[in-house]
């Protein structure tokens, strides 16, 4: 399907399943050698995340932990730039290596805060996977250390992306057409 209808909006495919899949590979690949011996901790971003954490994860093949956190700042099609609060981290990360498992990282607003929250807990360090990014968006100093895909400053949805919480189960991305 070339065009699709999510609620009042009209998107068109922009991303395949198989371009996805190969992008995952290539960070699954990079991690699996960068942090072989360190068991880190995979820290999902709830809920856009899950697809993303779910095909990076069958390919990684180091000793590791997985678990997921929710940190939400988005309504809409617009970042509302307020941040709410972590929940659900019962893992001690003291020491630990941690990896941060975003879908994507738009003003980068979101990852700064999560950084600043988890540094708190004293991680032996912090690494980001993000599955996409919108550079042209970005106004934080964040350091993302694998990034996936690199896309325009165009709102999507799909493999795990939402637009008002419709759209999250597409298995290609979509960019929004405008009126
Ligand atoms: P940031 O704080 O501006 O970096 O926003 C990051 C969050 O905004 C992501 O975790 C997504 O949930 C959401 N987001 C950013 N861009 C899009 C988009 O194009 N479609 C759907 N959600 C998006
Ligand atoms: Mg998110």
């Known amino acids: 399907m070339e065009f699709i209808q999510v609620k009042d909006k009209t998107f068109k495919i922009s991303v395949s399943s198989e371009e996805i899949q190969n992008a995952v590979g290539v960070v699954a690949n990079q991690i699996n050698d960068e942090l072989k011996g360190e068991n880190p901790i995979f820290l999902g971003v709830l809920n856009g995340c899950f697809m993303f954490m779910s095909d990076l994860m069958k390919q990684i093949n180091i000793p590791c932990e997985v678990s997921f956190i929710k940190f939400s700042s988005y309504s809409g099609t617009e970042t509302t730039g307020k941040v709410k609060q972590l929940i659900g981290l019962n893992e001690n990360i003291e020491g630990r290596s941690v990896v941060i498992v975003e879908d994507i990282v738009d003003t980068g607003i979101t990852m700064k805060n999560l950084i600043e929250t988890l540094q708190e807990k004293k991680p032996k360090q912090i690494k980001v996977a993000t599955f996409l990014q ?28 939402d637009y008002d919480g419709f759209g999250r189960n597409l298995n290609e991305i979509y960019t929004i057409i405008k009126e």
């Open 134 to 161: 919108k550079p042209n968006a970005l106004k934080c100093d964040v350091t993302l250390d694998y990034v996936a895909m690199k896309i325009p400053n165009e709102f999507i949805v799909g493999y795990g992306l």
